[in-house]
Structures are given as structure tokens and as C-alpha cells.
């Protein structure tokens, strides 16, 4: 949204889930007034305004045609900005992090973003177990937060089965691979190799 609103727990937020925690933080953004710049005044009062609207709502209700908006690149480079350090701290918390599947990259980093570090790395310890020893539907089980829609737990729960389908597939491939080997030994063992 690149406008400001609450989220599910009343925190100012705007673009992908960038929390606002003061006016300062706000300021230091650079939100527009239309096509123009908007003032630190303009944004320290668009922040007190969103700041005594009621939580709970969707995002649509915090936004009134005098709204000061982020413009779409600002907030794709603080999404990336955010990710890569994200991502940075993942790396240096699970050694095998890049070795990883894709999707359940995906899913730690929903969940690092949503919780933070010490909130993914303190309050989901069995789910960090579970990933040191790529038991992808433990993972699952251990991944439901408290304030993220049902949709969103639901999504994040599904990169780390789609993990459990992968890996299956692999072995199953792998499996197949060694049956057909043996296959051919054993048939070239009996006829001898053709010429």
C-alpha cells in the first residue's frame, strides 16, 4: 500500500508491511504529495491522522484523496533493502540456508519478515529445529503465527509442504534411477551388450 495504515495489531505501516514506529521514522521517508514532495509537516500530520484512526480495518479505510503516497519504486527498493538483510541474517543463523529449498526460503523469509529475528529465532524454535534437520511437514506444523491472516499462515505452511512433495519426488526419481540401472546390468549380464 503506498499509503499509510494500521495493521492487524494497530502498527503504522505502508508499502509491503514497513512499520512506521514514530513520526520520525516516516519523515525519513520520501512520501508525496501528488506530484510533489510531501513536507516533513505533511507527513508528521498524515502520520498523527492514520495514528488516531481505529485499528482493525483494511488498508482502503486509512486512505482519504489528500493521502501522502510512497511511489511504487521507493517501495520496491526498501522491500529489497529489507529482504537482502533478511536474507543476510538467515544465511548467518542456518549454515545450510542456501543449500535450502526454494520454497522454504520463501516461507522463512514471510516469517522473518512478519516476526523479525528474534521473534522467528526465539518464538518458533521447534520450526527452526525442524528446518536444521529438513523435516519440511514438522516445519509446517510449527509455523502458524498469531496476527498474520489464516490466508497468509496457510500460504507459508504450503512452501514448506511444497518441500516434503519435492523431496519425495526426488527420491522417487532417484529410486527410479537406480532400479533402471540395475535393470540394465542385469539384462546386460544375462544377454551380453549389444554391438
Known amino acids: 500500500m503506498p499509503w499509510m495504515y494500521r495493521d492487524t495489531v494497530g502498527n503504522i505501516t505502508v508499502g ?27 507527513i508528521a500530520a498524515e502520520f498523527a491522522r492514520v495514528d488516531a484512526m481505529p485499528t482493525g480495518r483494511p488498508a482502503a479505510f486509512y486512505k482519504i484523496p489528500s493521502s501522502l503516497e510512497l511511489a511504487q519504486q521507493t517501495i520496491d527498493a526498501r522491500l529489497s533493502v529489507i529482504l537482502q538483510q533478511f536474507e543476510a541474517t538467515l544465511r548467518a543463523r542456518i549454515p545450510h540456508y542456501d543449500a535450502l529449498p526454494d520454497t522454504v526460503k520463501m516461507a522463512l523469509l514471510d516469517m522473518i519478515y512478519n516476526l523479525g529475528p528474534a521473534g522467528l529465532f ?63 546390468l542385469t539384462l546386460s549380464g544375462l544377454f551380453g551388450r549389444p554391438k
Open 16 to 42: 509491503v508491511g514497513l512499520m512506521l514506529p514514530n513520526p520520525e521514522a516516516a519523515v525519513a521517508l520520501p512520501f508525496l504529495a501528488g506530484a510533489r514532495p510531501a513536507t516533513p509537516q505533511q
Open 122 to 184: 526465539k518464538g518458533f524454535p521447534h520450526l527452526i529445529i525442524a528446518v536444521d534437520n529438513s523435516a519440511w511437514a514438522q516445519a509446517a506444523a510449527n509455523c502458524m503465527r498469531h496476527g498474520p491472516s489464516p490466508e497468509r499462515n496457510a500460504w507459508t505452511r504450503e512452501q514448506f509442504l511444497s518441500a516434503v512433495v519435492t523431496e519425495i519426488k526426488a527420491q522417487a526419481e532417484g529410486l527410479l534411477t537406480r532400479i533402471w540401472l540395475r535393470l540394465r
